[in-house]
């Protein structure tokens, strides 16, 4: 990342400054039709799909239900389209636009640009988390989370762990037509490994152990158990820290890695 001029402001400037980029960007994704219908489509159908993988489970013996694994798997699937694709798309074609270099040259900081740029996607991925788990809830006949605490810190983390991933696999990505490629990676292991489609209980344990590292397996857990209560303390705090350490870790990640002029 190259210096920047320090640029000092205060906090009603710094707000006035996001809420204008938030309305810029937000214009702008409604604009790309093949971004929104993504972001909005994919999480709706994916859990349908996933249905079907479900009757090879049984999931009676794990103590779960097609319920706590649909739902789950539904906010999962708007991190990763709602939030990750859409976001890897907006901050290659921005960078390639030049308009991340325009606003450095401004008022804004380079993190008030990198959250800017996130918020609309961030919105969307948080009100079509809460109206797939009030969908699915009603649907399936789950009821009230048993610990809504932990349902809740699962999906702030992983919609802060999917942006900050978005801004670093952009700073890999050439332009926003190859988006949907270097995307990719993190959204098949993620369907496949973090417990979305299968639950990760159903898995073998050796790989189990090793699904549980990856970024987006600690939010998904911390809100399938926020549903079943099913987390004893120990395992709440070890997924709670797990969760932190990857949304930490991505923000750091983003920031030290993060391209702000378009690749040659």
Not at 40 to 46: G, N, R
Not at 194 to 213: D, K, N, Q, V, W
Not at 225 to 237: F, R, V
Request: proline residues 5%; positive net charge.
């Amino acid at each position: 990342m190259s210096a920047t001029t320090p640029r000092t402001a205060t906090g009603g400037g710094a707000a006035r400054r996001l809420r204008a980029l938030t309305r810029a960007e937000l214009t702008l994704l409604a604009r790309n039709k093949g971004v929104v219908f993504t972001a909005l489509i994919v999480p709706l159908t994916l859990p349908v799909t996933a249905r079907g993988a479900l009757d090879r489970v049984e999931l009676e013996k794990l103590g779960l239900s097609v319920g706590t694994v649909m739902l789950p798997g539904a906010v999962g699937s708007t991190f990763l389209f709602a939030v990750y694709a859409s976001l890897v798309n907006a901050y290659a074609a921005r960078r390639e636009e030049l308009v991340l270099k325009r606003l450095r040259t401004g008022e804004l900081s380079d993190p008030e640009i990198l959250i800017g740029t996130a918020l609309p996607a961030l919105g969307l991925g948080l009100a079509q988390a809460l109206l797939l788990s009030a969908g699915c809830t009603a649907l399936l006949h789950l009821g009230a989370p048993k610990a809504p605490h932990l349902a809740l810190l699962g999906l702030l983390a992983g919609l802060v762990t999917s942006a900050a991933l978005a801004a670093l696999t952009s700073a890999f990505t050439r332009s926003a037509e190859s988006a949907q490629v270097t995307a990719l990676p993190v959204v098949f292991a993620s369907i496949l490994g973090s417990g979305m489609m299968i639950p990760t209980e159903a898995l073998p344990a050796r790989l189990a152990g090793i699904c549980a590292f990856l970024p987006l397996s600690p939010a998904i857990r911390l809100v399938r158990g926020g549903w079943t209560g099913h987390l004893n303390t120990q395992e709440a705090l070890g997924a709670t820290a797990a969760a932190l350490a990857w949304a930490v870790v991505a923000v750091f990640a983003a920031r030290r890695w993060f391209r702000w002029e378009p690749r040659r």
